[in-house]
Each structure stands twice: as C-alpha cells, then as structure tokens.
C-alpha cells in the first residue's frame, strides 16, 4: 500500500552566525494511512523541523516530500497552502488559537478558507465541538477556556476539513497531568477511527500509545520501533531513551 506521508533523503540546513547548520541529515520516513507514528528525541534534534517540513510549513534544501503520492515539496508557495488546507491538520503545543475570535470561529475558519459553504462550516464544526465535549464554549473565546479545552479547540481546527494527516508538535506540552490524559485519549480515539496521526513529543507517556516510535539524534533517524502492546511500551521507550543519549 503506498504511503500516504513519505520523504526521501530529507536534508535541512540552516545559517547561524556564519556558520552552516545540519538540521535534518538525510531522513527517509514512511507513514501508513491510519497509522499513529511519534517522533521522539532531545532538544534541538531536528523532530520539529521534520514536522514543518511534512506540513510544508518550511523547505527542504534537499530531498523530497510525498503527501498522499504526490510530490509537494516542489508546489508553489500558494498551491502548498492549499494543498495544506484541505489534507494536512496541525495541533501545536501553545494551541496557536486566534484570540479575538470565538471557538465556533477559530473552528469554521479553516473550512471556509479551503472553500466550504457557511452552513457546512457551522454544521462541521457544531459535530466537532459536540464530539470533544465542548460545544457550550462556542461562544467564548480562547482566553476563558483552561489548557485543556483550548487544545480541544485546537483539535478541531485541525480536523474540520478531513485532513489526510494530523501533525501535532508536543501536544501535551503546555498541559497539566489531568488535560495530558484527556487529549491523549482524544488523539487515540481519531486514531481508532482512521486518523493518520504523526505526533512529536519528548514524553514516553505520550509516545507509548502509538503504533511505531522513532527516535532522532543529531538531525537524523536512529532507531525505529514497532511498539508491542502486551508490553509495558512506557518503561521500553524510556530505556531507548536513555540508550539514544549514551
């Protein structure tokens, strides 16, 4: 089956101080349509620059990028955007929510930037907050909500036009330990239901409800884990941690 988020041979570099930076060094990754793959490793190891990438929210130097069997990373700044529209979601750790807007608007907003009908907007976005348990926020805006509810939010955002793929960078990052459970339940939940999901995350809570972890080092891929359920996936991740780091 082809894969429905692919690169080859993904490189990054950045210019610091007149010195050149290897961000991504040569990164081949394959996600499967209704797989649930994290992406773990320190600081500064290139996991969210590989998700800006994904997204086409920066470019590659070198390598390419397949979204659903198409080859994206060569579109147009304003072909990416659609394209980024309609197939591609993302959840952020700070939510990035648009704080003079309602929840109802910061949801039906992306539907209707990719083309939907007022109505349809409303009517998605209604299912949506419905199924989060939040639909009596929809008139307050994002500052009255707790951490966890304007992560609800977020979610929403992020799947009202049917994405492809959800990306999410450090989700629970901003969260307390009760929200933290909360939204991993949700994302598994999407998950269970067909959602491709591609998550960054340096805690081995999060990354053990996936179905694969892979694990970065210095801008590159070093291990890749199928992870088995009948295991304690938590105590495995924390040792391939612990072994990426000696």
Request: glycine share 8%; charged share 20%; net charge positive.
């Amino acid at each position: 089956m082809q894969p429905i988020l692919e690169t080859k041979g993904l490189v990054k570099t950045y210019q610091s101080n007149g010195a050149t930076v290897q961000a991504l060094r040569r990164v081949d990754i394959s996600i499967a349509q209704g797989e649930l793959v994290a992406v773990m490793g320190s600081s500064g190891c290139g996991k969210s620059t590989l998700l800006h990438l994904l997204g086409g929210l920066d470019r590659p130097t070198s390598g390419e990028v397949h979204l659903k069997g198409d080859r994206v990373d060569t579109l147009s700044e304003a072909s990416w955007a659609v394209r980024r529209r309609r197939q591609v979601g993302f959840v952020f750790q700070f939510f990035n929510l648009i704080g003079n807007l309602t929840v109802a608007d910061n949801v039906e907003l992306p539907a209707l930037l990719a083309g939907v009908s007022t109505s349809e907007a409303r009517r998605l976005r209604e299912k949506l907050l419905t199924d989060l348990g939040i639909a009596d926020k929809a008139g307050s805006v994002p500052s009255k909500l707790s951490g966890g509810q304007q992560q609800r939010v977020a979610l929403a955002r992020a799947l009202v036009n049917h994405p492809a793929v959800l990306l999410a960078d450090e989700p629970t990052g901003n969260l307390d330990s009760q929200s933290t459970g909360e939204v991993l339940g949700l994302l598994k939940s999407m998950n269970s239901q067909g959602q491709t999901i591609l998550l960054v995350t340096h805690d081995p809570r999060v990354a053990s409800m996936a179905d694969r972890v892979v694990m970065m080092r210095d801008g590159q891929i070093k291990q890749e884990t199928r992870l088995e359920k009948s295991r304690d996936p938590k105590a495995a991740i924390a040792r391939w941690l612990v072994q990426l780091e000696a």
